[in-house]
């Protein structure tokens, strides 16, 4: 739901698989598809906000497993993503839209730090916040720090895009052909029917606050811009 007073404004996922097409790095056709269609909602007066993961560099935990220590690794994986959110901001400007990178962890020639006050001007002003660095802390995961900017941006929802599913089933769609798609779910039923949407930590952060979310495919044409205009093409899920 949309606040009466103020144009749509959303908070975005995308995880960093999808920026690599596949492989490590960046994947920059992938990345101007998805900008182009970020442009699209954004003329249209949505307000949107977006955070990339990291995971087409490094994830901590895997690293960890390959004899790293977890927060150093953790640290790689939050620099990955600012990868990610330069490659978006490019694309996206090369579109025409202002876009403006704020990272958790300073580095002010390349970005502005996260500063909440201003990140909602620049939203306000239209222009697009891409959130790098993940929260700045190891530990936490893109997914966590999705659900807490979007409350800090208060944001009308979280738009958690997937890569491999076009939203929440009974089970894994490609391992079992019985798994049902939900339309629409609590964060309550969620929880009791053990379905994995997001991590623990966004999830909570989500129900306790009242957040809602919606998981959908970002694969199939148009997906972005419809998610973004607040088109209900993936699962609901709600407090
Ligand atoms: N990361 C972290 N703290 C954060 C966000 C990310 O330590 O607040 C690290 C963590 O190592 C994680 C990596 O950055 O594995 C990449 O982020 P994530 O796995 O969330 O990316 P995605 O899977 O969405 O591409």
Redesign the pocket.
């Known amino acids: 739901p949309t606040a009466p007073d103020r144009p749509r404004r959303v908070l975005l ?7 690599g097409g596949g492989s490590v790095g960046v994947d920059p056709g992938v990345v101007k598809g998805i900008a182009a269609q970020i442009a699209a909602a954004v003329r249209e007066g949505v307000q949107v906000a977006i ?13 960890q497993t390959q004899g790293m220590e ?2 150093r ?9 600012v990868m ?1 959110c330069l490659a978006l901001q490019n694309f996206l400007e090369a579109e025409g839209v202002d876009t403006r990178v704020q990272t ?1 962890i300073e580095m002010t020639q390349v970005a502005e730090p996260y500063i909440p006050r201003k990140a909602i001007r620049h939203l306000e002003k239209g222009r697009v916040v891409i959130f790098g ?13 999705a659900a807490q900017r979007a409350l800090e941006m208060k944001c009308d929802e979280v738009l958690m895009s997937k890569s491999g599913v076009d939203g929440v089933y009974s089970a894994d769609p490609h391992k079992d052909p019985t798994a049902e798609r939900y339309e629409h779910l609590t964060f309550g039923e969620a929880l009791a029917k053990q379905l994995r949407i997001a ?1 623990a930590a966004a999830f909570s952060l989500c129900m306790e606050n009242g957040l809602s979310m919606m998981v959908f495919g970002m694969q199939a044409e148009g997906a972005i811009t419809q998610a973004l205009r607040g088109e209900r093409i993936g699962t609901i899920v709600t407090a």
């Open positions: 996922k995308m995880s960093g698989e999808v920026f955070v990339v993961g990291g995971g087409n560099f490094f994830r901590g935990a895997e690293l977890r927060t690794a953790d640290y790689m994986g939050m620099l990955g993503t990610n958790a660095a993940g929260a700045g802390m190891p530990f936490f995961t893109t997914d966590t720090v991590d």
